[in-house]
């Protein structure tokens, strides 16, 4: 049976959050719209978000974090609301359809609800050991303590297991020696969840083994975070560098089972891939309600724009778009919910094709502006930019596509 009416549950806990966006997000965004408008204000000079911004982005976890929202998607064995895939897809496009480009507001992306598996209650964090359980998830479900998932190196990107960060067990500690690279929220973390290589002959006799993951608290001696790297014509940031130099880490610190951590950051970034494409859908669909909006107002040869039908074509191949992408988007949340296994092809299929998709509707969206489209008044540039920003990380567009053919080649060719 199929239903595509959004349930009352559901309902109610987007218009709580729209609530809880309008009442505490809002004002705090008004009241600092001098240090939030510009980003010279905003970054340091070595692209650092300057304190205050980072306390402001603090408040608001915590008041999600009270509020329930902060940790709505984390497991309930962790303290977390325990919502499923539809709710997360339902609640995360709705969010950004609704505030636009959320993704460029620092006091509201990732900050109202984290990502899905870098930050707050991931699903790395089902693996941690119940030594540390008390000491550190209280504090993670509220918001105080923050975190990043270190897995990408200088040499090592869409080929993880081409990574060098090692740790080498010395008496009763692990130590790591690497570096790491584009890590979100690297530089504000207070743990970092770090993959490393703990057996190199294991490594490399088998298929994904031999690598293991660590909860490193970022203020380990050795432990070097300073670096931020700015993107996209951005001032500053919060993706960047981790150098490790001989960084002792206790064994309860150890997620999971040895040797057996790309498992488990791959179950993270799976996830990370479907929030993503919930954020995708929920933006481009901001985009295009802004370009509906000003074709039917924009005049030029004595009709609307609208009428033309050029901009027609822009108006509807977005529309096409965006229909395929939230159809493809429920349906494989739909397939997360009600099966064991992740449907690894269709989430592949539905990342590569909501990031491209938010891409060219924003594409259009400027077009259908004329020269008002490139203006910052409109954001529609930045959410172009960020579009654009969305087809890397999580496994690239090509990455995607490389999974998609090896299932299909082993046989996943129904639909
Ligand atoms: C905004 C942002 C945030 C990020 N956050 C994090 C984070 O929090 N934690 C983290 O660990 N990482 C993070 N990353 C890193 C991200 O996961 C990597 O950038 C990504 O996996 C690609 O790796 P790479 O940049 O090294 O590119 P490469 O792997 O070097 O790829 C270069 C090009 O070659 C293509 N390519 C590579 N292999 C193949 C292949 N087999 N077939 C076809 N094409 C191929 C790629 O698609 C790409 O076009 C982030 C990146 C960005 C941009």
Known sequence: MLDFTMSDDIKDIVNGLYKFVDQVVVPLEKDNHALLESERDMFDRNGHFVSEVLELRKEIRLKSAEAGYYTMFGAEELGGGGFGAITMVAVL?????????????????????????????????????????????PDIAAGKVTLCFALSEPDAGSDVMAM??????????????????????????????????????????????????????????????????????????????ILFDN?????????????DGLKIAMGGVTKGRVGMSAKAVGTARWALEQAVEYANIRKTFG???????????????????????????????????????????????????????????????????????????????????????????????????????QELLKGRTEF
């Open 164 to 241: 060098r960060t090692k740790a080498v067990k010395k008496g009763d500690k692990w130590v790591i020696n690497g570096s790491k690279q584009w890590i979100t929220n690297s530089a504000y973390a207070d743990y970092a969840m770090v993959f490393a290589i703990t057996d190199p002959e294991l490594k490399a006799s088998s298929k994904g083994k031999g690598v293991s993951c660590f909860l490193v608290d970022c203020n380990s001696e050795g432990l070097d975070r300073q670096s931020v790297i700015p993107f996209m014509g951005s001032l500053g940031g919060n993706i960047g560098i």
């Open 247 to 259: 960084v002792e880490v206790p064994e309860e610190n150890v997620m999971g089972t040895l040797n």
């Open 303 to 405: 009709k609307t724009i609208g009428q033309h039908q050029a901009v027609q074509i822009k108006l509807a191949e977005s529309a096409m778009d965006i229909y395929a992408a939230k159809a493809m988007l429920y349906k494989t949340a739909w397939e997360i919910e009600n099966f064991d296994k992740p449907p690894i092809r269709d989430i592949s299929c539905t990342k590569a094709f909501c990031t491209e998709m938010l891409g060219r509707v924003t594409d259009h969206a400027i077009q259908v502006h004329g020269a008002m489209g490139i203006t910052n008044d409109l954001q529609l540039n930045m959410a172009f930019r960020r579009a654009r920003t969305l087809r890397i990380p999580d496994g690239t567009a090509e990455i995607q596509r490389r999974t998609i053919a």
């Open 93 to 137: 496009e709705s969010l950004y359809h609704k505030y636009g480009l959320a993704l460029e507001r620092p006091l509201l992306d990732d900050v109202v609800i984290p990502s899905t598996f870098s930050n707050g209650l991931s699903p790395v964090l089902n693996n941690i050991k119940p030594e540390l359980r008390d000491k550190l998830l």
